[in-house]
């Protein structure tokens, strides 16, 4: 990223970073280049793009606005965020090991042990409270660390710019899934994260019509390493895919506050409900994690998780069949508010007992805030929750 482009605000690189309106037209979108191969003047001779495995200008002008979102060099774009953290997994070998968060996504803990696992990646699943008790937990073999702040659906926060540090004195490489953040709340390179991963299918399109993932860095051997995997293996997301993610990063940072001004009403408004015995939200000041999340995060985020008082899935079950402006679907990010149940849907493929030990019962459940009229989803929950 250039140093004129590092001097911007955020508001102003989520509109123009990275991008310049087309030399060709003028235009001031950049343009869907649906094709799938470009014309070369002699074998080898070519105005830098070959085939759209390997290049497309959409999804160049994409990569140059994330990394300038995440103040980094390079974004590497996957056809979802499971691709990309794949990607990232692929640079290790076997007899590697990767230590992780005890909390965090079902599908990266699937990826981890029912997929990567088969292949020598081993992995270890720990607390992060604590990042001196982190570092208890390396070994010779300890190659990446892997970070969730917020964590999903817990909604922990971890100390970045400590963790970072204590992977760095040993020369691990260390990787923030950033999702729930997004770059608006938090940039985990600037609190020195060697690399940073988005569900870009999330916040960042943030109006749940793409799939599709990132991986951001400044590290050159490993973005060179990704670049090839992107080509190589070829889990690319399409030109009109990264089209409406440069349409979404547009108004990222109009959208996440909206949602985090609105989730603080919600979580006040559960705090002080009968039928709710527990509210996750680091913005609320018990919660254990709120001083880190001030000093590394811009505000609190959108996302909600609370435990019912009747602790049952039936219990949970009710009220998710009740809410009218909440719907009840998987994945969070977008304009609509989403409700949704983790221990089956996003986390099932975590087992019970594992899910229970970070305090993820059958009755909790996770509220992805959108950006509807805040008064109209509290009212919502209260009928809901009876």
Not at 44 to 50: D, K, M, R, V
Not at 68 to 96: K, N, Q, W, Y
Not at 212 to 217: A, K, L, N, W
Not at 272 to 296: F, I, M, R, T
Request: glycine share 8%.
């Amino acid at each position: 990223m250039s140093q004129d482009q590092k001097n911007l605000s955020f508001a102003t690189r989520c509109i123009h970073g990275g991008q310049q309106p087309d030399p060709t037209t003028g235009a001031v979108m950049m343009p869907i280049y649906q094709t799938s191969t470009y014309a070369q003047s002699a074998p080898g001779e070519h105005q830098g793009y070959e085939y759209a495995r390997g290049d497309n200008p959409t999804r160049n002008a994409l990569q140059r606005n994330l990394a300038s979102l995440e103040g980094a060099e390079h974004a590497v774009c996957f056809g979802s965020g499971l691709s990309a953290m794949d990607a990232i997994l692929r640079t290790l070998e076997p007899g590697d090991e990767v230590i992780a968060s005890d909390d965090l996504y079902g599908g990266s803990y699937r990826l981890l042990t029912a997929v990567h696992q088969r292949y020598g990646i081993k992995s270890k699943f720990v607390s992060m409270n604590d990042p001196a008790a982190v570092a208890e937990h390396f070994t010779e073999a300890t190659k990446l660390l892997w970070i969730e702040t917020p964590t999903n659906p817990m909604l922990n926060i971890v100390d970045v710019a400590a963790l970072t540090g204590v992977a760095k004195s040993k020369g691990i490489l260390s990787c923030v899934d950033n999702t729930f953040a997004s770059p608006y709340l938090q940039q985990p390179i600037a609190l020195g994260a060697d690399l940073v991963l988005h569900s870009a299918t999330k916040y960042l399109n943030g109006h749940s019509d793409v799939v599709m993932g990132c991986v951001i860095t400044s590290n050159e051997e490993v973005y060179q390493q990704l670049h090839y995997l992107q080509n190589a293996v070829g889990a690319v997301p399409g030109p009109q895919d990264s089209f409406l993610v440069l349409r979404g990063i547009k108004t990222l940072h109009l959208r996440v506050q909206r949602a985090c001004d609105s989730a603080k009403k919600v979580a006040a408004f559960l705090l002080d409900h009968p039928a709710v015995s527990k509210v996750y939200y680091p913005g609320l000041e018990n919660h254990p994690g709120h001083e880190v999340a001030k000093q590394q995060m811009r505000d609190f985020g959108g996302m909600v998780s609370f435990d019912l008082v009747a602790d049952n899935f039936d219990a949970a079950r009710e009220v998710m069949k009740k809410t009218r402006f909440f719907t009840l679907a998987e994945s969070l990010g977008g304009v609509e508010s989403l409700i949704g149940h983790p221990a089956s849907m996003t986390h099932a493929s975590i087992p019970k007992e594992q899910r229970l030990s970070v305090g993820l019962t059958d009755s909790l459940i996770r509220l992805s805030v959108g950006v509807e009229d805040a008064d109209d989803l509290i009212e919502d929950l209260r009928q809901a929750l009876g």
